[in-house]
């Protein structure tokens, strides 16, 4: 499958995910021996317009372990000439002259299809609006629960935090849709649940899926829990206890002894640190195999071009 940009992780067929995964698996094993070289001639430029630790440090570190270079604006509101009132697709067409991949994180949803639509070199979506998508991240989510569970059919993942706006839920219930007897639990705030976009995706292909406001009888019968921020001052009806959806070690000991539990970070109170030492704590090494899987789409991309 030749992609030219990566916008949606819709984009992504089932036999593309597990080429991908194995590539992740080659990186991990060339980061290891000190990196490469290979793509020396390469540049990559990295334009955020919201902040960012994991996507934008991990893509550019996997730039320079490929052994290219990296052109970057960590704060593009201000430190781009969109302060001069230059729109989104002049800002691409001027960075596209100097850089062969453009990783972009844009504060509308549907940014990156905007760039892509004049880009003539690759865009990533590193993240549009708060209710768009984030798919490199969706495919570090995939690959760490293949890497943790060994299998990514007949798995039930939960959910949990306001997923109204997590647009890492939302790339990743698209990818978790294409695989076999999956059971998706959606747990949020009556107010937060998510969006019918992705329960009509669900529905189409027959993927099983609960939608629920509490994790009672969820938590203890699931293989991946993905817990996400709730923003305390959006929450309206002032009478949900958000507690109630943090993980602590009280939680912890209900859920199944092989369980993982994922978080894109960065995490505020949803998980108590006096979590992160057990073996089901996932987090850490999911936001580490974000490097692998970085080093591995833009190798695929580069490939693509040839
Ligand atoms: N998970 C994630 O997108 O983190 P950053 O906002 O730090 O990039």
Not at 184 to 198: C, G, R, S, V, W
């Amino acid at each position: 499958m030749k992609l030219k940009h990566i916008i949606e992780s819709q984009q992504f067929t089932v036999p593309s995910l597990y080429d991908l995964f194995e590539r992740a698996d080659q990186m991990k094993k060339i980061v290891k021996r000190g990196g490469t070289r290979d793509y020396q001639n390469k540049v990559m430029a990295t334009l955020f317009y919201k902040p960012s630790t994991r996507t934008r440090f991990s893509f550019e570190s996997a730039m320079y372990r490929l052994g290219g270079s990296v052109l970057s604006t960590e704060q593009a509101k201000e430190f781009s000439s969109e302060i001069e009132g230059e729109n989104l697709e002049d800002t691409i067409r001027i960075i596209s002259n100097y850089s062969d991949v453009i990783v972009l994180r844009h504060y509308e949803e549907g940014g990156a299809k905007r760039a892509a639509a004049v880009s003539p070199v690759p865009i990533i979506n590193a993240g549009d609006g708060s209710g768009g998508q984030h798919p490199t991240q969706a495919l570090l989510d995939l690959y760490t629960i293949y890497s943790e569970c060994k299998t990514l059919d007949g798995l039930s993942v939960a959910f949990v935090g306001a997923l109204d706006q997590g647009r890492t839920v939302r790339s990743l219930a698209y990818l978790l849709g294409k695989f076999d007897r999956i059971k998706l639990y959606f747990i949020a705030p009556l107010e937060m649940t998510i969006k019918n976009d992705i329960l009509e995706y669900l529905d189409e292909r027959g993927v099983s899926y609960q939608l629920a406001d509490s994790t009672d009888g969820i938590i203890n019968r699931v293989d991946v829990v993905y817990q996400t921020r709730i923003d305390k001052k959006r929450l309206i009806n002032k009478d949900v206890k958000l507690s109630q959806y943090n993980i602590d070690k009280n939680v912890l000991s209900k859920m199944k002894y092989n369980s993982i539990i994922m978080h894109p970070l960065p995490r505020s109170v949803e998980i108590d640190p006096a979590v992160d030492t057990d073996p089901r704590a996932a987090y850490f090494r999911q936001a580490e195999n974000g490097l692998y899987v970085r080093m591995a789409l833009l190798t695929m991309l580069f490939e693509n071009e040839e």
